[in-house]
């Protein structure tokens, strides 16, 4: 059963914004769960990304760009992933991150440095603590560090 294995590619940690991008997600109510599947619908509503997620044997599958294509941890696995209590998450700092318009946003400026800022920015407005949002941050990339998650296309044909 090794060979299994060795047809899965491990992701990598994705870039922290990831993490401020799936809790917008959860609280623009774009993620919805059914089981082990998931439909996670950009913020921009021009996309839609299937999620499978097989905890258990650390297998998932995401049909979204940075999955996909720069094989990290994409924000549709880590938005599931705190809907099913995997990783943390907090409803306060979510819903003072709704309606951001992250596709947009990334392709105006190309940077996630850049984004972060201005996100962090309009967090604050709405009355965030910036260190708040930072050990949210923190907490998930620390938990996801600790787990290893494989791509695993066979997933998405179910």
Not at 131 to 146: C, H, R, W
Request: hydrophobic fraction near 35%; charged fraction near 35%; glycine fraction near 6%.
């Amino acid at each position: 059963m090794w060979w299994c294995i060795l047809a899965l590619i491990k992701l990598r940690l994705p870039p922290r914004i990831k993490v401020l991008e799936a809790l917008s997600s959860i609280a623009d109510g774009r993620v919805e769960l059914m089981n082990s599947k998931a439909r996670v619908v950009s913020s921009d509503g021009s996309r839609e990304y299937k999620v499978v997620v097989d905890y258990e044997r650390r297998r998932v599958y995401s049909s979204d760009n940075g999955t996909v294509y720069r094989r990290y941890i994409g924000y549709p696995i880590i938005a599931v992933l705190m809907l099913k209590g995997i990783l943390p998450y907090d409803k306060e700092i979510s819903k003072k991150l709704k309606g951001i318009r992250w596709r947009e946003l990334n392709e105006r400026y190309k940077s996630y440095r850049i984004v972060e800022g201005i996100v962090k920015r309009i967090y604050k407005e709405r009355g965030g603590d910036e260190k708040e949002l930072d050990e949210i941050v923190m907490k998930v990339m620390n938990k996801l560090s600790k787990i290893t998650l494989y791509f695993d296309e066979d997933l998405s044909k179910d």
